[in-house]
């Protein structure tokens, strides 16, 4: 049996199935390439994941915020995610483009040949949960991404909790702005200008845009905005993947229910962002195929949809089909390596393959100081 450990995030609401009458065109302008030598690549390839980072981490960690102990288990801070990529750049990986990583063959969708710069090893980072959902509002995170008037990315927060309310813009609290800049100083981290995966929800909008339909007062302007990030986003080799709408367990929910978790993302979620092949399961919580083999109704929904890589989760690297067994529909599978408080504490030996855990973990923000 293969393992997978449960991540608890932390959200289920559903919206209501709407068509939009939106158009949107994703294709992204190419990013730039570093010219280098490529070589074929046939080793493991890993996947970390984390969620949005604590970008007040002395606020999102204090014993005062009730989701203290949900942030602690769950994130990272900006300080550990510099320290982290600092750690696989120096350990030789570099960021690849999860959609590089398969593609069709005779109807199937089979693990792509791969080819990389001499001597770097590919490496996919994703981040899930990415709404800014207004019930965590001021408890640590940023409120949203934005474009800067320079048309830079950047991170907006109001800050409500100082004596002195403002609206802050950074270019250091979020993963977004941090990646940016690191692959700016380090061109060779990325892989012909791959950035990350971006896991979306829908039921409270993305990227701190309140883009669902239970927004009923500005939605239309918020969507435009969100638009407008998206663009930025693929332009500089970000991409997306679908984290499902509302947040649910896939093997809790009926056929129904979760026919409608895709039609409300392909109605509020699809029109913004454009297709993604990627479906990264809920709490790394999955089913593929009914005892006979054949792909349980809910999968096949899901390969209907247009989904083609499905992620799951685990602290060792996975890629390969599944089910094992004989008969079974095939299906391409990719674990992920989660990067949190959690794992940061309890996993220290199989984290140690991509880097030393005492050489990043926050000794000054986390309230649990030995590891
Ligand atoms: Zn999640």
Known sequence: MKKFIVLICFFSIVGIAFALPLTY???????????????????????????????????????????QSDYDRDCITPNEFKALLRELYENNYALIDINKLFEEKDGKIVKATLE???????L????????YDQRKMKSGMVDKIIVDENGKLASQTEITWSTKPSVEISYDNEFIPILEDFVEKHPDFSIDGAKATICLTGFDGILGYRTSLKNTENRIQEINSAKIVVEKLLEKGWNFACHSFGHYHMTKISDEKFKEELENWKSQVEPIIGQTSIYVYPYGEWELTNEDGTPTTKHQMLLDSGFKLFCGVGVA????YLPYSKNSTKTLFMDRTPIDGYTLRTQKDSLSRLFEVEDIYDYEFRPNKEI
């Open 116 to 122: 990389v710069p001499e001597g770097k090893k590919p």
């Open 124 to 131: 996919v980072l994703s981040f899930d949960d990415v709404a």
């Open 317 to 320: 690297p996975f890629f390969s």
């Open 25 to 67: 065109s994703t294709s992204p302008s190419s990013p730039t390439s570093i010219s280098s030598n490529k070589v074929l690549y046939t080793g493991q390839v890993e996947h970390l994941f984390t969620h949005c980072l604590l970008a007040y981490p002395a606020l999102a960690l204090s014993e005062e915020n009730p989701m």
